[in-house]
């Protein structure tokens, strides 16, 4: 007998690879699902961005492997973005590295700075990823609970209190995923300081810094970040490309390059023609965050009162691209009422235990959804 891996033991398929197909069986017996659950746009990159690529597939060299780094263009067009954007200063050749999306950043940063047996910190709740990557690598994962009577942020005096003497990385997500928490350069300075006083690796993972997000900030703002942190960004959904798998990782260029050292063994370099694309984007201006956003905020208020409908709570001063709402009194289980939502109602909307015991309690609505179909979703309610 063929037996798997060890490190496959303690890691279970991704939520929603295992939910969707049992949205899918629903769906093929004809049963109306509309998800509220997955944060993939729904929303058309830019134009110019789709002509970028249409233009580049016909290029000479468009169809050899492409190098490990990206093109010159795209990390100068990255650093250009982060200065735009941030007020940060990066060096385009060794302070700017592309990804194939920055979940393939995860696996890369984990590879190159976890040994089997360190200890990685994860904000919980927080993105499921964290935790499988970090089991893959044969490390261990520190949970630090993130409550709403703390605005979702870390509380510094428990964590000093942690025996911190085997952990290597710390994982922090502002605006924070799933709770939609804005965080502060404040904070992030308190993190900073955290972690050169426990010389630690500092991982901001910021994907969702554009929208609905009035003051977009970035790890690397503050003075030393450099020096223990790192920063993770993608265009998936600041410019509707998740499928286009375009990511990139920031920061010290001694991280950069060992990143580099493992990323150069896993893959063949970037599609050119999604370079292309993705230089064009790097390029809008603001006016394209401001006209997405107002197809969010229009969104956003039908969610509010499609949470409100089903009896919960929202915090309307979050950002990002889904809402966080807080179940009913009395309501024990986030699966079994979501579950029950979806067979009763056809609606999909992810529960908040995915992300952790931190998540019981919650639901999470995603902001991918077109306004028809979240009105549709509340007239379901209107006509018990």
């Not at 150069?264 to 809008?284: E, H, T, V």
Request: glycine letters at 8%; one cysteine or more; charged letters at 20%.
């Amino acid at each position: 007998m063929i037996h798997i891996a060890k490190r496959l033991e303690n890691v279970e398929e991704y939520y929603f690879s295992t939910k969707l197909r049992e949205v899918k069986k629903l769906l093929e017996e004809g049963k109306p699902v509309i998800n509220l659950g997955i944060g993939s746009p729904d929303l058309a990159p830019p134009k110019v961005v789709i002509e970028a690529i249409q233009t580049a597939v016909v290029s000479e060299n468009a169809h050899q492997y492409q190098s490990y780094q990206g093109l010159p263009e795209l990390r100068e067009g990255m650093a250009a973005f982060y200065k735009n954007n941030f007020e940060v200063h990066l060096n385009s050749n060794n302070e700017v590295l592309p990804l194939m999306g920055s979940k393939e950043g995860i696996m890369h940063i984990s590879m190159a700075f976890l040994n089997e047996g360190d200890q990685v910190l994860i904000p919980n709740p927080g993105y499921p990823t964290y935790t499988s990557v970090t089991k893959l690598v044969g490390a261990e994962p520190i949970y630090y609970d993130l409550v709403a009577e703390n605005n979702w942020e870390p509380d510094f005096e428990k964590l000093e209190k942690l025996d911190l003497s085997k952990v290597k990385l710390m994982w922090v997500s502002y605006p924070h995923m799933p709770t939609g928490a804005a965080g502060s350069l404040g904070l992030f300075r308190k993190l900073v300081v955290f972690a050169k006083k426990h010389q630690l690796l500092l991982v901001n993972d910021n994907p969702y810094s554009f929208v609905l997000n009035a003051h977009p900030i970035s790890i690397l703002q503050v003075e030393g970040a450099k020096e223990v942190a790192l920063e993770l960004n993608s265009l998936s959904k600041t410019f509707n490309m998740a499928g286009w798998r375009v990511g990139m990782v920031l920061g010290n260029p001694a991280f950069i390059d060992a990143i580099l050292k493992v990323k150069s063994n896993m893959d063949s370099g970037m599609f050119y023609g999604i370079q292309k694309g993705a230089i064009a984007a790097l390029k809008l201006n603001k006016s394209w965050f401001d006209e997405q956003n107002i197809i969010y905020q229009r969104r956003r208020l039908l969610t509010f009162a499609l949470a409100e409908k089903i009896g919960c709570t929202v915090n309307k001063n979050t950002v990002g691209l889904f809402v966080w709402a807080k179940l009913p009194l009395g309501i024990a289980s986030s699966e079994a009422f979501i579950d029950a939502i979806l067979y009763s109602k056809h609606l999909f909307i992810t529960p908040g235990t995915i992300f952790g015991s931190q998540g019981e309690g919650y639901i999470r609505f995603s902001l991918c959804v077109e306004e028809a179909k979240v009105q549709e979703a509340i007239d379901r309610f209107n006509f018990e």
